[in-house]
């Protein structure tokens, strides 16, 4: 799916191309930021759930389980549960070398369509941007 077509906001810039960390680095920076300047709060609350992409091959009943205990699916890089939750996927900040998981897209318009403010970052300063446009709602 394009970026134009979700509907929820992009933060970031969608035109950017070129170097830029991965995924899993930007979301460390994103959540040390957040923690080092929210550490009682939105620092503590904020969680990244695991999912099943970290399970493959020859590790069916470990998905089996998971999906047991809870693991959803295509839940967002990062989840602040609040009166009104912020949920946040991230990807790159060139977004043209991240890839859509199976369920994410179904997991923000889910989220959405519960009242959480649902979006997509690019780069950990685009999800900073959302977090503070959260904050400000």
């Known amino acids: 799916m394009r970026l134009n077509d979700l509907p929820f906001p992009v933060y970031g810039d969608a035109k950017f191309r070129g170097n830029c960390p991965k995924e899993n680095a930007e979301q460390?920076?994103?959540?040390?930021?957040?923690r080092a300047k929210y550490p009682d709060t939105w620092g503590r609350l904020?969680?990244?759930?695991?999912n099943e992409q970290l399970l493959r091959g020859g590790q069916f009943r470990g998905v089996i389980k998971h999906k047991a205990e809870g693991m959803t699916p295509g839940a967002?890089?990062?989840?602040?549960?609040?009166?009104?939750?912020?949920?946040?996927?991230?990807?790159?900040?060139?977004h043209t070398k991240s890839k859509w998981q199976d369920g994410q897209i179904?997991?923000?318009?889910?989220?959405?369509?519960?009242?959480a403010f649902v979006c997509v970052a690019l780069g950990?300063?685009?999800?900073?941007?959302?977090?503070?446009d959260w904050i400000a709602s």
Request: glycine share 4%; with cysteine; hydrophobic share 50%.
């Open 28 to 34: 460390i920076t994103f959540f040390a930021e957040l």
């Open 46 to 50: 904020a969680l990244h759930p695991r």
């Open 76 to 94: 967002s890089d990062i989840v602040i549960p609040a009166a009104r939750s912020f949920v946040c996927e991230l990807k790159r900040r060139d």
């Open 106 to 115: 179904e997991y923000l318009i889910a989220a959405q369509d519960a009242g």
């Open 124 to 132: 950990w300063r685009g999800a900073w941007d959302a977090f503070e």
